[in-house]
């Protein structure tokens, strides 16, 4: 009977023990993720508490519709940043681009039920490396501009007061994330943006750039500030476009997460079932006030280093998202950031988002015939028209809906490449 109770004791130690391990984990995979993932709203304007529940959220939604086998956490979406901003510039209302991000969620839903129909090599001919490779640079050439103002080039360029400190934050910040980036082994690489951050916040609450009343008088527990979308056609025609984009990033994440843990991801539980997940965890976002969800590079990451494949382990991630994301001082503090410390850090995130582009061309082996060069080309060329000309080019459908930008890219991208495929025969 002694062996007995002592044997029980020691198994019911090596729970605590396992449970204690995989809660370490868990908050391991949060921080990993964490920059990324409140870096979205606090640039777009969209709240960083909510962010973090909508990616708690969608990552146990996104579990459930694959079985619990991807070891996935879903964070915010960068690629939908420049539709957000231009869905605001044109409204000025946040709630028309969550109405724009549920259609977009939508549009996840039904190309997975396709995909489970047809199969995903039909998909792929439609959205080959020619087409997604320069759409991925083109999000992130188009986010630079923004980063730079956020770090507070305009600004000096304007001579404004203060303005060479807030310059002088942003190159600090971004000079430790890269430094960090580069010689950093294990996971103090991959928490280069939290490190760069707490310094970048640190420094300019020394030199007097951030005003802590916010912190001091937010309650330590709140709810979230849910708010419903809106809908409106042309927002709708914004944001539905950059969908191209990110549904061939999807299928990068999830061949590459499969890779590091040694499954096949894309066959079990299947494409249609991880864009599924990815689908639904974004109309629920949409639903609440926080950004589309996408999987993560920083994830995978995170995998390779710790060898620790257990999906579990994610969903406990989730969860702590979730509790994060109602503790008001949190989020306030967040808020505070001064906006030359996040600028800093986003030149290094939207370069490397442009970077995944010319890697994906690379990847995947893209000839450069006559036919991939007219496709990238003019894919690049309508992506950045906002950024050399006075107005980016762009199709007006009524006088009030209109497709420009990044969205008229990918739509000449994919027409591009199909009618040439037909008209140039390539050995």
Not at 96 to 114: D, E, K, N, P
Not at 374 to 390: D, H, N, T
Not at 408 to 414: M, T
């Amino acid at each position: 009977m002694a062996q007995y109770v002592e044997s029980k004791e020691r198994t019911e130690i090596q729970q605590v023990k396992k449970g204690i391990i995989k809660g370490i984990l868990g908050i391991q995979h949060l921080i990993a993720m964490f920059g990324a993932t409140v870096l979205v709203p606090i640039i777009t304007g969209l709240d960083p508490s909510v962010a973090l529940f909508s990616a708690g959220i969608g990552t146990l939604i996104f579990h459930l519709c694959t079985k619990g086998k991807v070891p996935v956490f879903l964070g915010s979406s960068f690629a939908f940043i420049p539709v957000i901003g231009a869905v605001v510039a044109q409204y000025g209302d946040l709630r028309y681009a969550q109405g724009g991000m549920f259609v977009a969620g939508l549009v996840y839903v039904a190309v997975s039920l396709i995909i489970k129909k047809i199969g995903v090599d039909k998909i792929r001919k439609v959205l080959p490396a020619q087409v997604v490779g320069p759409m991925i640079v083109v999000i992130g050439l188009n986010l630079i501009p923004t980063a730079l103002e956020m770090a507070g080039l305009n600004a000096v360029i304007a001579n404004e007061a203060g303005a060479s400190t807030k310059l002088m934050i942003a190159g600090i910040t971004l000079g430790l994330a890269l430094a960090i980036k580069k010689f950093g082994k294990g996971f103090l690489s991959q928490i280069s943006i939290i490190i760069a951050v707490i310094v970048g916040y640190t420094l300019s609450l020394v030199l007097g750039q951030v005003d802590i009343s916010a912190i001091q008088n937010a309650s330590v527990v709140a709810i979230p500030k849910f708010t419903l979308p809106k809908f409106d056609l042309g927002a709708i025609m914004i944001v539905v476009p950059v969908v191209l984009a990110v549904f061939m990033e999807h299928v990068g994440d999830i061949t590459t997460n499969g890779t590091v843990v040694g499954k096949n991801f894309i066959e079990d539980p299947g494409l249609n079932r991880t864009l599924l997940g990815d689908g639904l965890a974004t109309l629920a976002a949409s639903m609440l006030g926080g950004p589309a969800n996408t999987t993560y590079g920083e994830n995978t990451g995170v995998l390779a280093i710790t060898k620790n494949y257990d999906p579990s382990i994610l969903r406990l991630t989730a969860i702590f998202a979730i509790i994060l994301s109602f503790i008001d001082k949190f989020g306030a503090a967040i808020r505070t950031i001064p906006s030359s410390v996040m600028g800093g850090i986003s030149i290094m995130l939207f370069s490397m988002i442009a970077l995944v582009g010319v890697k994906t061309v690379i990847n995947e082996k893209v000839k450069f015939s006559i036919k991939n060069i007219i496709v990238m080309s003019s894919i690049i060329f309508v992506g950045l028209s906002g950024l050399f000309l006075p107005k980016a080019i762009g199709i007006n459908i009524t006088e009030t809906v209109s497709i420009s930008g990044l969205s008229l890219a990918a739509i000449v991208g994919v027409i591009a490449n199909l009618i040439l495929t037909k008209l140039i025969k390539e050995k």
